[in-house]
């Protein structure tokens, strides 16, 4: 017999996956111990776990997968074949929907670029050299490095009226901060442009001593000047995503966390995904919800499980030593806030707990 962290790595399924296959029942244990509930599977469940792996892979459908597993056990050599070249054709016709749809936004993104003109945009402002900072270093760990996508492999500087937003993202996290500005000069309205990483670092490592600093914007080009001295360089020339309606979230539930202890809870995790469980109070652990406490009573309420990149959730933490965890839902967005500190967010993205 397997114990199920045995039957995990010998199968690729993961434990997990095995206690989501056992209650949805589509592959049940041989013997489930009645005082601790574990699990054992016996030795030749270990094909049909290997063969669910690849069927899951393969993106077939769950209903589908209990029919193929029943023709396996049974030695129906004729249902089997017919399931698998079903599902195929089902892939092929969704790859080429898929393509014709991805044309036809091509065709409309064309359209869209020919139609638009594009102004000059310029901007002379001076911003406080430790507001700059700070701001620099909360978002910086959010930008991309992906050389398929340039436009996030920078950090957008977003320039209206008296504020500086500066957002990074690299699709799976996003952060956001603002310092103050004061303008001496702009073409009219708002600026925005996407500052390279190594030129943000660049300027980063200017501001030492606090200064007031001053930003120009013309064009394509990017200036920062301080007292220890300037850089400059050009901008990336493609168009940031609207982050103004990705953050347009509706209100969810605030818990205060308490960082250094998630802090330590998430430097003993070793795989990719951890387990916030979020009840009473905040806790990461494992799949069943056991850990430690990170967060204060909230009130009596039903455990809600999400899954987090753990290294993701611990550059998001060095944003500061009081936060707020606002949840709002399994497939949303997690947000870090800053309860001391307007306009200083972090956006994570969930990662699906199944399997």
Same mark, same amino acid.
């Given at each position: 017999m397997r114990s199920i962290g045995e039957m995990g790595r010998d199968s690729g399924l993961g434990v997990?996956?095995?206690?989501?296959?056992?209650?949805?029942?589509?592959?049940?244990?041989?013997?489930v111990d009645p005082v601790t509930g574990y699990r054992w599977y016996a030795p030749?469940?270990?094909? %049909?776990?290997?063969? !669910?792996?690849?069927?899951?892979?393969?993106?077939?459908?769950?209903a589908d997968i209990r029919l193929v597993l029943a023709g396996w056990a049974g030695g129906d050599t004729g249902l089997v074949p017919r399931l698998l070249d079903g599902h195929l054709r089902r892939l092929e016709r969704?790859?080429?929907?898929?393509?014709? %749809?991805?044309?036809?936004?091509?065709?409309?993104?064309?359209?869209?670029? +020919?139609?638009? +003109?594009?102004?000059?945009?310029?901007?002379?402002l001076t911003v406080p050299g430790d507001g700059l900072a700070a701001a620099l270093d909360a978002v910086r760990y959010a930008a991309g490095s992906d050389p398929e996508l340039p436009v996030l492999c920078g950090i957008h500087f977003d320039i209206e009226g008296d504020a500086l937003h500066l957002v990074a993202t690299d699709r799976y996290r996003m952060a956001v901060a603002r310092t103050?500005? +004061?303008?001496?000069g702009t073409g009219g309205g708002r600026v925005q442009v996407t500052v390279p990483t190594p030129l943000a670092d660049a300027m980063r490592a !200017?501001?030492?001593?606090?200064?007031?600093?001053?930003?120009?914007?013309?064009g394509d080009g990017? %200036?920062?000047?301080?007292?220890?001295?300037?850089v400059a360089g050009q901008s990336l020339g493609e168009d940031f995503p609207d982050y103004r309606r990705l953050t347009r979230l509706p209100e969810g539930r605030r818990l205060a966390l308490d960082v250094p202890a998630l802090r330590q809870?998430?430097?003993a995790q070793e795989a990719e995904v951890c387990v916030l469980v979020l009840a009473d109070e905040v806790t990461v652990g494992d799949e069943d919800g056991a850990g430690d406490r990170v967060g204060d009573r909230v009130g009596d309420r039903v455990a809600d499980r999400v899954g987090v990149n753990p290294a993701f959730l611990l550059d998001a933490l060095a944003a500061g030593e009081e936060l707020l965890l606002e949840y709002i839902g399994p497939?949303?967005?997690?947000?870090?806030?800053?309860? /001391?500190?307007? /306009?200083?967010?972090?956006?994570l993205m969930p990662v699906s707990l199944e399997p």
């Open positions: 997990s996956a095995l206690r989501f296959y056992d209650r949805a029942g589509v592959l049940v244990p041989a013997w030749e469940q270990l094909g %049909e776990a290997r063969l !669910l792996a690849r069927l899951r892979r393969s993106g077939m459908p769950l969704g790859l080429a929907e898929a393509r014709e %749809e991805l044309s036809t936004v091509r065709a409309l993104l064309g359209h869209k670029e +020919t139609s638009m +003109t594009t102004a000059t945009a310029t901007a002379r103050s500005a +004061t303008t001496t !200017l501001l030492t001593d606090g200064a007031p600093a001053l930003l120009t914007v013309d990017v %200036e920062l000047e301080t007292q220890g001295g300037r809870a998430l430097g497939k949303a967005p997690l947000v870090l806030l800053r309860p /001391d500190v307007e /306009d200083v967010f972090s956006l």
